[in-house]
């Protein structure tokens, strides 16, 4: 009887209980929660990128016509007689190039400030980072405003000082410059991320700078800006991807031709004619894919470059 007795209780316990089977196939349950993320990669990241780059080696239009395939002719054309597209592409970094940089350098100067000890703080940086909410055509609509020769907002201010109206979006020489303007609405985004960071960075190295005698220049070049250079570093390559992304705020203030002299027409805005203006679905796609490499290098050069100018915590040097 008693050799029964332990052997059933022997039993009782070799029995696979619910938590053992999570420990051990505890890894397909991690793909069970993404397996979301990744279906919706396969259907609306991988599938359209695949038949866009198909498609960049077809003639491919419009209708039910299919496609015809003819190799590289669309690649050959946008590199040799293409005129438009060199024009879209210097657009593009002429506006990177200065925006970028400036858009960085405000929202890194608020966030400084926002992050000061100051009563009803909360209520400033909620006020600051409302524009990054507001749609991009809406903002556009509003800056049209702003920058109307005769009625704008800041041709009235010029005049008050005794200047001449700018034609701000109907000159060439200063189309860009006023899409420059634009970008800089938007900086909220970036001033929560720098926020964050300043954040993060700890209150006894202020203070040793402190008690070394240094003052606020030493604490924000010795201090603040090294420790931040990895949310520099992120906002940076965010900006340089969002720059050649940009669309709406041309298409809404100025047309899909890009103003006089063509000043006003960004790479994206070549692609969105040739697809929907001219219906050459094809040469769009390969624009697209060109699109794509163009961005891919840039991101890889910050990333291989990024090791000389970035601190990141736990560094030797």
């Known amino acids: 009887m008693a050799n029964a007795r332990i052997l059933a209780q022997s039993e009782g316990r070799a029995r696979p209980r619910l ?52 190799g590289l002719d669309n690649y050959i054309e946008i590199f040799t007689e293409d005129e438009i597209f060199s024009k879209s592409v210097g657009n593009t970094l002429y506006y990177m190039v200065f925006s970028v940089p400036l858009g960085l350098a405000v929202a890194f100067a608020v966030a400084l400030l926002l992050n000061t000890r100051v009563r009803g703080m909360p209520l400033f940086r909620t006020i600051y980072y409302l524009p990054a909410i507001v749609p991009v055509v809406a903002a556009a609509i509003i800056f049209s405003g702003l920058l109307n020769t005769r009625y704008g907002v800041i041709n009235q201010l010029l005049m008050a000082f005794g200047l001449d109206p700018v034609r701000w979006l109907s000159r060439p020489e200063w189309i860009k410059p006023s899409l420059i303007i634009m970008s800089l609405w938007g900086f909220g985004a970036q001033m929560v991320i720098f926020l964050a960071g300043l954040q993060s960075i700890p209150q006894e190295l202020y203070e040793a700078v402190a008690i070394d005698g240094g003052n606020g220049w030493h604490r924000l070049r010795n201090i603040t800006i090294p420790l931040m250079t990895p949310t520099i570093f992120f906002n940076l390559i965010i900006g340089i991807i969002g720059s050649f992304q940009v669309f709406t ?59 000389r100018w970035v601190f990141y915590a736990g560094d030797e040097e």
């Open 249 to 307: 705020q041309v298409f809404v203030l100025i047309d899909s031709d890009g103003g006089p002299l063509q000043a006003g027409l960004v790479f994206m805005m070549n692609i969105y004619n040739n697809a929907f203006r001219y219906f050459r679905k094809g040469y769009a796609a390969a624009l697209s894919v060109i699109l794509f490499l163009i961005i891919m290098v840039f991101t890889l050069i910050m990333l291989r470059t990024s090791n």
């Open 19 to 70: 938590s053992d089977f999570w420990f051990k196939h505890r890894s397909w349950i991690g793909f069970v929660f993404i397996a979301p993320w990744f279906l919706s990669f396969l259907l609306f990241d991988l599938m359209p990128f695949t038949a866009n780059l198909y498609l960049s080696f077809t003639d491919y239009s419009i209708g039910p016509v299919q496609p015809n395939w003819i």
